[in-house]
């Protein structure tokens, strides 16, 4: 048995003392007696009775064993462009201040901020301040329009939002103030405080009730981290759900500290000193976890870019990055090495760099293709890992444990469940499914440290979505398979949750910008394949009866409308009138039928059909995907 089977079966058979063992990695206010406290199940608790603070962990354990000196984060901005570095104490020192500020401001323990940057250091402050204090960061992803922010406002209720004035995209500054008030005009809910940072390519006007960074932080007094329990709130992270509502991800302090520090040495091998370079964003989970936690939790130094991999200024923006840096390991999304190999296909740029550091690439956030990956390892000569997690999950569910025991790759597999994770595939019934037969991907309770506590203030929903539909496991909302060497195979969603670019989106809220439409009876929003962003939404629209938009005209008010209400990120651009919807006799929408036919696969007809005659009149428009001439108008 090989040192991962070994590892995974005592995390399995042992959760307590095997994750007790791994809490060692974590210094404590008071340690924690037990693991595991099921006494509330299904609503399990990590470490009780332990008590310690996050940010202390993250910095000023550090400093405290003679490390301040080294580096903990590296901003390299390729937009400005900047860079800056920050050794552990510094950043301390600044983290310190931050925590003072927003002291000032009255946010206490258990109280919510917003934090609305983009890729600068200060975000990373302004999450390591709340956990100083025990407050409850909320990031919001920069490229959501306002009303999504509105929403995260309104549900987090935060006592102090803080923002910055812009963030750079390669084709426009985002003005991140216009954005911000007029979420704040459609939010029930209103901070005592909002705090800009100035960016000097564009600066905010402060004169309507906003708090100037530079005129609260410096002057700030330093506070002490504030010990928490380790089952007080760590971070609230909105993410897509089914419906449009996003569902607020809740972190607790301990086990999400003892899981990513496991983790970086069990999953990634990174350890004190190692440079480790996320290439996403603060606004999702992989920069929360692995920008911006565990890298300092671990003493390793962390890369804040902001840039994109490609034409910020070229394709050679990581490789550069790589050599001018050290950088060890690199973490990003498929879609990433895609662009790259799109406008540098014989990894050209790569060849003027020394990128002799580089001990691995890690993927994850969508499937990880075959020929991605061959192209990925050939250009790179190093091993490249896929691995597959969620939001909710926080760290790694199935991955290569490089740290543990490197496993050989087969390409299209996330390689097999991490030690602490009970994977199973089922059918719809529940039952355990053969090696080989695909079905839904359920995880047996309790999940380990480091998953979702809940939802915010959201018991209910937590249970329904995740636990009512197989008794005593989460559903994953993924599908997939185990092959006969236990290797996990993803294949997708089996819910109404599409990845583009990476960028997890709900096609309700899609669905909910185009309804809007004033000539739009009813509409449909699928994943459909696309060679750079995995996958991208594609609307089929019902006209109202008696509407006859010009095509051109609609194409381009429904791309606005999904601009205005989910943001740019949606990358909507494709759509289709359709004559009418197929759905089952109880009115369900067959999008996931819609999504086989586009994906090119040989769909089986639901035997719950309405009308199967509606289905075969749209499989040329799924396979073709163009704005069609409407063959008759409907109106439901
Ligand atoms: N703030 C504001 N707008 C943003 C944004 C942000 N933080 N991030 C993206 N956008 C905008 C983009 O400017 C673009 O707008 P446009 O339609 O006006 O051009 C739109 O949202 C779509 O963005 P994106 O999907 O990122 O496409 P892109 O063409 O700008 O870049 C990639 C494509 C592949 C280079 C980029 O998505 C990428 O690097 N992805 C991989 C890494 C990653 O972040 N993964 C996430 C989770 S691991
Ligand atoms: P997010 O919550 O944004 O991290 O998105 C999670 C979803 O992304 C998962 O439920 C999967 O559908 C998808 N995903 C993430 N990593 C992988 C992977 N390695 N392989 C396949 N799908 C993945």
């Given at each position: 048995?090989?040192?991962?089977?070994?590892?995974?079966?005592?995390?399995?058979?042992?959760?307590?003392?095997?994750?007790?063992?791994?809490?060692?990695?974590?210094?404590?206010?008071?340690?924690?007696?037990?693991?595991?406290?099921?006494?509330?199940?299904?609503?399990?608790?990590?470490?009780?009775?332990?008590?310690?603070?996050?940010?202390?962990?993250?910095?000023?354990?550090?400093?405290?064993?003679?490390?301040?000196?080294?580096?903990?984060?590296?901003?390299?901005?390729?937009?400005?462009?900047?860079?800056?570095?920050?050794?552990?104490?510094?950043?301390?020192?600044?983290?310190?201040?931050?925590?003072?500020?927003?002291?000032?401001?009255?946010?206490?323990?258990?109280?919510?901020?917003?934090?609305?940057?983009?890729?600068?250091?200060?975000?990373v402050m302004t999450m390591l301040a709340c956990a100083r204090i025990g407050a409850v960061h909320s990031v919001v992803f920069g490229g959501f329009a306002p009303k999504e922010l509105a929403a995260r406002i309104e549900d987090a209720r935060p006592t102090v939002v803080v923002a910055a004035s812009c963030g750079l995209e390669p084709t426009r500054v985002v003005a991140y103030q216009p954005i911000l008030d007029e979420a704040l005009a459609m939010s029930g809910h209103q901070p005592d405080h909002t705090l800009m940072l100035q960016r000097e390519t564009l600066?905010?006007?402060?004169?309507?009730?906003?708090?100037?960074?530079?005129?609260?932080?410096?002057?700030?007094?330093?506070?002490?981290?504030?010990?928490?329990?380790?089952?007080?709130?760590?971070?609230?992270?909105?993410?897509?759900?089914?419906?449009?509502?996003?569902?607020?991800?809740?972190?607790?302090?301990?086990?999400?500290?003892?899981?990513?520090?496991?983790?970086?040495?069990?999953?990634?091998?990174?350890?004190?000193?190692?440079?480790?370079?996320?290439?996403?964003?603060?606004?999702?989970?992989?920069?929360?976890?692995?920008?911006?936690?565990?890298?300092?939790?671990?003493?390793?130094?962390?890369?804040?870019?902001?840039?994109?991999?490609?034409?910020?200024?070229?394709?050679?923006?990581?490789?550069?990055?790589?050599?001018?840096?050290?950088?060890?390991?690199?973490?990003?999304?498929?879609?990433?090495?895609?662009?790259?190999?799109?406008?540098?296909?014989?990894?050209?740029?790569?060849?003027?760099?020394?990128?002799?550091?580089?001990?691995?690439?890690?993927?994850?956030?969508?499937?990880?293709?075959?020929?991605?990956?061959?192209?990925?390892?050939?250009?790179?000569?190093?091993?490249?890992?896929?691995?597959?997690?969620?939001?909710?999950?926080?760290?790694?569910?199935?991955?290569?444990?490089?740290?543990?025991?490197?496993?050989?790759?087969?390409?299209?597999?996330?390689?097999?469940?991490?030690?602490?994770?009970?994977?199973?595939?089922?059918?719809?019934?529940?039952?355990?499914?053969?090696?080989?037969?695909?079905?839904?991907?359920?995880?047996?309770?309790?999940?380990?440290?480091?998953?979702?506590?809940?939802?915010?203030?959201?018991?209910?929903?937590?249970?329904?979505?995740?636990?009512?539909?197989?008794?005593?496991?989460?559903?994953?909302?993924?599908?997939?398979?185990?092959?006969?060497?236990?290797?996990?195979?993803?294949?997708?969603?089996?819910?109404?949750?599409?990845?583009?670019?990476?960028?997890?989106?709900?096609?309700?809220?899609?669905?909910?910008?185009?309804?809007?439409?004033?000539?739009?009876?009813?509409?449909?929003?699928?994943?459909?394949?696309?060679?750079?962003?995995?996958?991208?939404?594609?609307?089929?629209?019902?006209?109202?009866?008696?509407?006859?938009?010009?095509?051109?005209?609609?194409?381009?008010?429904?791309?606005?409308?999904?601009?205005?209400?989910?943001?740019?990120?949606?990358?909507?651009?494709?759509?289709?009138?359709?004559?009418?919807?197929?759905?089952?006799?109880?009115?369900?929408?067959?999008?996931?039928?819609?999504?086989?036919?586009?994906?090119?696969?040989?769909?089986?007809?639901?035997?719950?059909?309405?009308d199967a005659s509606v289905l075969d009149a749209l499989v040329p428009i799924l396979r073709d995907r163009t704005l069609e001439e409407p063959r008759q108008h409907t109106s439901r």
């Amino acid at each position: 048995m090989g040192e991962h089977a070994r590892t995974y079966e005592r995390s399995l058979a042992d959760p307590d003392g095997f994750w007790l063992r791994a809490a060692e990695l974590i210094d404590w206010v008071d340690s924690p007696s037990r693991a595991l406290d099921d006494t509330n199940a299904p609503f399990y608790k990590w470490f009780p009775d332990g008590r310690l603070n996050t940010c202390a962990n993250a910095l000023d354990r550090h400093v405290d064993n003679g490390l301040g000196e080294r580096t903990a984060l590296i901003w390299d901005s390729a937009m400005v462009p900047a860079k800056k570095t920050f050794t552990y104490r510094e950043l301390r020192d600044e983290v310190a201040r931050v925590a003072g500020a927003l002291t000032t401001l009255g946010v206490g323990k258990g109280d919510r901020v917003i934090v609305y940057m983009p890729m600068i250091p200060e975000a990373v402050m302004t999450m390591l301040a709340c956990a100083r204090i025990g407050a409850v960061h909320s990031v919001v992803f920069g490229g959501f329009a306002p009303k999504e922010l509105a929403a995260r406002i309104e549900d987090a209720r935060p006592t102090v939002v803080v923002a910055a004035s812009c963030g750079l995209e390669p084709t426009r500054v985002v003005a991140y103030q216009p954005i911000l008030d007029e979420a704040l005009a459609m939010s029930g809910h209103q901070p005592d405080h909002t705090l800009m940072l100035q960016r000097e390519t564009l600066r905010a006007d402060l004169g309507r009730g906003y708090l100037d960074w530079d005129d609260v932080v410096p002057g700030a007094k330093p506070v002490e981290p504030v010990p928490v329990s380790a089952t007080d709130p760590l971070y609230i992270l909105y993410t897509s759900g089914t419906t449009g509502k996003p569902k607020g991800v809740l972190r607790d302090n301990g086990g999400h500290a003892v899981a990513l520090a496991w983790s970086m040495g069990a999953v990634y091998d990174i350890h004190a000193g190692d440079v480790f370079w996320t290439v996403s964003d603060v606004g999702w989970v992989v920069g929360h976890s692995y920008i911006v936690y565990a890298p300092l939790l671990v003493g390793a130094t962390t890369v804040v870019y902001e840039g994109k991999p490609v034409g910020t200024p070229d394709a050679g923006a990581l490789w550069r990055i790589v050599q001018e840096y050290g950088v060890k390991t690199i973490f990003t999304a498929p879609t990433a090495i895609r662009a790259i190999k799109k406008v540098d296909p014989k990894a050209a740029e790569l060849a003027k760099y020394d990128v002799g550091s580089l001990a691995s690439l890690f993927l994850a956030g969508e499937r990880l293709d075959p020929e991605t990956y061959q192209w990925a390892s050939a250009a790179l000569g190093v091993p490249v890992t896929d691995h597959w997690w969620q939001t909710e999950t926080g760290w790694p569910i199935a991955a290569n444990p490089r740290g543990l025991e490197p496993m050989p790759t087969k390409p299209g597999s996330a390689t097999v469940p991490v030690p602490g994770w009970d994977v199973r595939v089922v059918d719809a019934e529940g039952r355990r499914l053969e090696p080989g037969q695909e079905g839904e991907i359920v995880i047996r309770l309790p999940l380990p440290p480091g998953a979702l506590q809940t939802l915010w203030e959201d018991d209910e929903r937590f249970v329904d979505s995740y636990l009512s539909r197989y008794s005593g496991h989460y559903h994953t909302g993924d599908s997939g398979y185990f092959d006969e060497d236990g290797y996990l195979f993803v294949m997708g969603r089996t819910d109404d949750v599409i990845n583009v670019a990476g960028h997890r989106l709900s096609t309700g809220a899609i669905e909910a910008a185009l309804a809007t439409h004033p000539a739009v009876a009813e509409c449909a929003v699928i994943g459909i394949p696309d060679s750079l962003k995995g996958s991208v939404p594609f609307g089929l629209v019902v006209l109202k009866a008696g509407a006859a938009p010009d095509h051109d005209e609609l194409r381009a008010e429904l791309i606005a409308a999904v601009r205005r209400d989910v943001g740019p990120v949606a990358a909507f651009r494709e759509a289709a009138i359709v004559p009418a919807l197929p759905k089952t006799r109880s009115g369900k929408i067959l999008r996931r039928t819609m999504r086989g036919i586009a994906d090119g696969r040989d769909e089986s007809v639901p035997p719950t059909i309405e009308d199967a005659s509606v289905l075969d009149a749209l499989v040329p428009i799924l396979r073709d995907r163009t704005l069609e001439e409407p063959r008759q108008h409907t109106s439901r």
